[in-house]
């Protein structure tokens, strides 16, 4: 079992507490080359910095876009797992994210 930690720290601007916007979620998605991880692995910790004040939903669906599109809801959180080092609730954004992934891509 191929497992690999996806560090969101590497993509953060020098002093940013905040992951916000469809470009910087795009960009992030490109630079880490983010949907090979889900075809090279069988597991992916994703870990969210300490000090982070906000990933906006936005930030969230333009980087997990193709992988929640390929994988679906439940497929995905089984592959992702999250780990959060600071105290930023998480959860509400990432599931916005994932529910309107998947409610733009149905409506089509």
């Known amino acids: 079992m ?3 930690i ?3 720290e590497e993509y953060r601007s020098k002093g940013s507490k905040v992951f916000t916007g469809r470009d910087k979620g795009k ?7 983010f949907d090979s991880l889900e075809k090279n692995n069988d597991s992916v910790t994703f870990v969210i910095p300490d ?8 930030f969230f669906e333009e980087l997990l876009i193709n ?19 600071g105290t930023y ?10 529910d309107r992934i998947l409610r733009e891509n149905n409506a089509l």
């Open 27 to 33: 960009y992030v998605r490109e630079e880490s080359e």
């Open 89 to 98: 609730k998480y959860e509400k954004p990432l599931n916005d994210a994932i």
């Open 2 to 4: 191929k497992e690999t």
């Open 67 to 85: 992988v929640v599109t390929k994988l679906g809801k439940e497929g995905f959180l089984k592959k992702f797992k999250f780990k959060n080092e």
């Open 51 to 58: 000090n982070i004040f906000s990933i906006n939903p936005s």
């Open 6 to 8: 996806f560090e969101l």
